[in-house]
Structure formats: C-alpha cells, structure tokens
C-alpha cells in the first residue's frame, strides 16, 4: 500500500511538472495576424467617451506557470498610429498639444515585476515611457486562455488595463476635470517561440 501511495505522489507529481511547463516560454505577439489591440476611452467634457486605438505596436512576454512572479512583458507602441476614427482629431492628438509624435515616436512599457493576486490574475508593475516621461504603472492583468492553434503553434492571450493621468506624463493640454484620465485596454495573444 505504501508504495502504491508513493507511486501516485510521484505520478501526480511528475504530471503536475509537465503540465506547469508545457506552456512556459517566450510568446511573441501575433502582429501578422493582427490578434493583438491596445484602446483607449477618455471623456469628452464630461458628456460621453472618446475611443480610440494604436494600431501598430509589437512586443512579447516571457511565461513561467510554476514561478508566475518570474514573467516579464516589454511593449513597443508607435504612437503615430494612433486612431479614434476622426482625422482631425488624430492630427490634433498626435500634435505637440498631446502625445508629439514627431519628437516622441514610440511609446514603451517595460515590466519590472509581476504579482500574482488570483487564479490566472497579476498586477504587472513596470515601467512606461510615453511622450519622453517614464514613470511607474501597473497593469491589472487576466489570462484569458492558451494551447495549440490549427497551424501547428502553441498561443497564450491576456488582457490588462489600467488608467493613466494625461499630467503625469507631460500632456501639456489641460481638457478640464473630467478629462484628467484615460483608461487603457490592452489585449494580445502571443505565439510561443
């Protein structure tokens, strides 16, 4: 009996190993297919909600399931290709009145730590670089799911958002009290490399 018990402790823990480790690795985010968004909302005088998106950002994230604080996520935004369906609004949003995409091109966000809080949940701490300010933000982040796709890869998806004051990086344009805020939404799925 007691090595029957042995036998099953080792198996369990044998296959709880594999199971941990067989969606470790490094996830690339899956720009050709376009499974990828980061929106925006931000209120409009108090009356209703501008939405917009970047549409052309890459990055990637590194997974480790048994050691999750161990993750890591790095982004890279272009913010020239930002679009709230209005061209001229975008051209006023990409001027130096807001995000001067001529002098700052790129947006950046870098992790400096991930805390899990839940069952497939972390706050993801690091770094954001926008319009030439770095300061520390933190993502509420969500898997959302992972495993094999019809052409042979292996993917994984996550959501997280969070809620940036346009002051704290430099915005110069003040849009009255309502509009000291705009929520970020950022949603990607990444293919293991």
Do not use: C
Not at 40 to 56: A, D, E, K, P, T
Not at 66 to 84: G, M, R, Y
Not at 100 to 125: L, Q
């Amino acid at each position: 009996m007691k090595k029957l018990i042995l036998a099953t402790a080792v198996s369990l823990a044998v296959a709880t190993s594999v199971q941990a480790d067989e969606h470790d690795g490094t996830y690339a985010f899956d720009t050709e297919g376009a499974h990828q968004f980061i929106t925006f909302r931000i209120s409009h005088l108090g009356y209703s909600w501008v939405y917009g998106r970047f549409n052309n950002f890459d990055g990637q994230f590194v997974y480790d399931a048994e050691h999750p604080e161990n993750s890591s996520v790095s982004v890279t935004i272009d913010t020239a290709s930002l679009d709230t369906n209005h061209a001229e609004r975008d051209k006023h949003l990409r001027s130096e009145d807001f995000l001067d995409v001529s002098e700052f091109g790129e947006a950046t966000f870098t992790s400096k730590r991930v805390v899990p809080d839940g069952e497939g949940e972390a706050d993801i701490i690091g770094d954001l670089t926008l319009r030439g300010v770095t300061r520390e933000i933190t993502l509420d982040a969500e898997m959302i799911g992972y495993g094999s796709d019809p052409w042979g890869g292996y993917r994984m998806g996550f959501e997280a958002e969070t809620v940036l004051k346009l002051k704290d990086f430099g915005i110069p344009t003040n849009l009255g009290k309502a509009s000291e805020t705009v929520e970020i939404e950022i949603s990607v799925e990444g293919i293991r490399q």
